[in-house]
């Protein structure tokens, strides 16, 4: 079975101020890809990033990265220079080949950025 | 490309009524994904469907909910009678089969049963 698991429940800063959320994974597959999406205020979830098993080069898309380590199973996500626009849920995922590629979510970060 | 396309973005409905709840999937998706998502539990997978077959449908709470794929570019998810304990935002996502690029979620329905 699989499992996302994304112990911070919520998560408070400052602007300005870098924040980290947290995702751990498990598999037995050895092939998975791993997901960060986005839920605003708004409510649509909003892909962020991609990334399979086979690429553990971490990522850098302007002020977010994420940090991908096979030997810990985790996928944190990092936004540097944090600003009110980040505030929203943010939601880890895991799909794998021998669930048919199902979406396997968890439980989601809300951030709040504080001006 | 519009995107996944559901309707209606928000319905408020009377406890007993029959809601439906509308979904257009990506043209050229072959696997469609209906999601309810609430504070308690998070984001759940209700039923998905690979070309129009309904796969696997195991996250159904209750005989009161039906979804249907009758083509690849409409479906829908029935509740009948509605409770309050259904009140929920309700996700349709598509994707091609087999693919690890993940899904593309619509804005979704969020519904309130009073």
């Known amino acids: 079975a699989q499992k996302v698991t994304q112990a911070q429940t919520e998560i408070s800063v400052v602007e300005k101020e870098d924040v980290t959320l947290d995702c751990v994974y498990e598999?037995?597959?050895?092939?998975?890809?791993l997901f960060w999406y986005k839920q605003p205020p708004s409510g649509e979830l909003v892909f962020l990033i991609r990334?399979?098993?086979?690429?553990?080069q971490n990522e850098i898309s302007g002020r977010y990265s994420w940090n991908f380590q096979k030997s810990t199973s985790s996928f944190n996500f990092t936004i540097t220079a944090s600003q009110v626009v980040d505030s929203a849920v943010y939601f880890c995922?895991?799909?794998?080949?021998?669930?048919?590629?199902?979406?396997?979510f968890g439980a989601g970060t809300t951030v709040t950025v504080r001006a | 490309d519009a995107g996944v396309i559901q309707s209606p973005r928000h319905e408020v409905t009377e406890m007993g009524q029959e809601v439906t709840l509308r979904c257009k999937p990506i043209?050229?998706?072959?696997?469609l994904f209906w999601y309810r998502q609430t504070m308690m539990r998070g984001l759940e997978l209700l039923i998905y469907?690979?070309?129009?077959?309904?796969?696997?449908d195991s996250g159904m709470p209750e005989d009161r909910f039906s979804a249907k794929m009758p083509n690849a570019s409409f479906s829908t998810l029935k509740i009948q009678p509605s409770e309050p304990r259904d009140s929920a935002v309700y996700f349709c996502?598509?994707?091609?089969?087999?693919?690890?690029?993940?899904?593309?979620f619509g804005s979704g329905t969020r519904l309130t049963v009073v």
């Open positions: 598999t037995r597959d050895t092939t998975y890809y």
């Open positions: 995922a895991l799909s794998v080949p021998s669930n048919d590629y199902k979406l396997s």
């Open positions: 990334r399979n098993s086979f690429d553990e």
């Open positions: 996502a598509s994707s091609f089969r087999g693919s690890n690029y993940g899904y593309t």
């Open positions: 469907f690979n070309n129009n077959v309904p796969i696997d």
């Open positions: 043209s050229g998706h072959n696997s």
